[in-house]
């Protein structure tokens, strides 16, 4: 048994999920700047995008359009989903980055460190 047996070809949408399911997380977790946390929970929200799009796909099988010939269809419940997910996406993050801009306005920076030491001194 090779090293390697447990990544197979049909395999591979999985593992990049989980590689930018973590970049994602992790740049949310570890960096301060506000606009760099909402490109991190794009990334993590792309990652669920895919994984979604991933389970929906099935081996050999077409749109669900009856036709002569075709027995195996594929669900298309997934990929609607996925639609809806990233209109609200877009719309979150059009809210995120205008309240970043507000609080810019505000406190003059948007990192997290400056914007708790600001609330410290205010209190």
Do not use: C
Request: proline share 3%.
């Amino acid at each position: 048994m090779e090293a390697l047996d447990f990544i197979s070809p049909g395999l591979y949408n999985y593992w990049i999920v989980i590689f930018l399911m973590m970049a994602g997380f992790y740049i949310v977790i570890a960096r301060g700047n506000l606009v760099k946390k909402l490109v991190g929970l794009n990334i993590f929200q792309t990652s669920v995008f895919l994984l979604y799009i991933s389970m929906g796909k099935v081996q050999d099988a077409t749109a669900p359009i009856l036709g002569e010939g075709f027995d195996t269809f594929s669900n298309p419940l997934p990929h609607v989903l996925i639609l809806t997910a990233i209109v609200v996406g877009i719309a979150t993050t059009a809210l995120g980055l205008s309240l970043v801009v507000r609080i810019r306005e505000a406190y003059g920076t948007i990192e997290d460190k400056d914007l708790l030491e600001l609330e410290d001194e205010t209190s």
